[in-house]
């Protein structure tokens, strides 16, 4: 599955490179040059930060499933246990 960034956060790191450019590199990165440069960051390394971030949400989950017996378990047979109906 194609990582795709909506139009508008598309345009927003396109501007972020350019000013990146302008500011880090001494250079002008005009906007072929950005749209380029993020189609490529999105297709070579995208897919190793988006594996990353699907991991983590899977430990995370997987943490709070194993959590759930503890917080949700019940006592079985509890009615003999209650103090003074031993």
Same mark, same amino acid.
């Given at each position: 599955?194609? @990582?795709?960034?909506? $139009?508008?956060? =598309? =345009? =927003?790191?396109?501007?972020? *490179?350019? $000013? &990146?450019?302008?500011?880090?590199?001494?250079?002008?990165?005009?906007?072929?040059?950005?749209?380029?440069?993020?189609?490529? @960051?999105?297709?070579?390394?995208?897919?190793?930060? &988006?594996? $990353?971030?699907?991991?983590?949400?899977?430990?995370?989950? =997987?943490?709070?499933?194993?959590? *759930?017996? &503890?917080? @949700?378990?019940?006592?079985?047979?509890? &009615?003999?246990? $209650?103090?003074?109906?031993?």
């Amino acid at each position: 599955m194609p @990582i795709e960034l909506p $139009k508008e956060d =598309q =345009q =927003q790191a396109i501007e972020s *490179l350019k $000013k &990146y450019f302008e500011l880090n590199m001494d250079s002008e990165l005009g906007n072929l040059a950005a749209t380029g440069l993020l189609e490529f @960051i999105i297709e070579e390394i995208g897919p190793g930060i &988006y594996n $990353k971030g699907v991991a983590d949400a899977q430990a995370r989950m =997987q943490a709070r499933v194993t959590d *759930l017996g &503890y917080e @949700i378990q019940q006592d079985e047979f509890p &009615y003999w246990l $209650k103090k003074g109906r031993e």
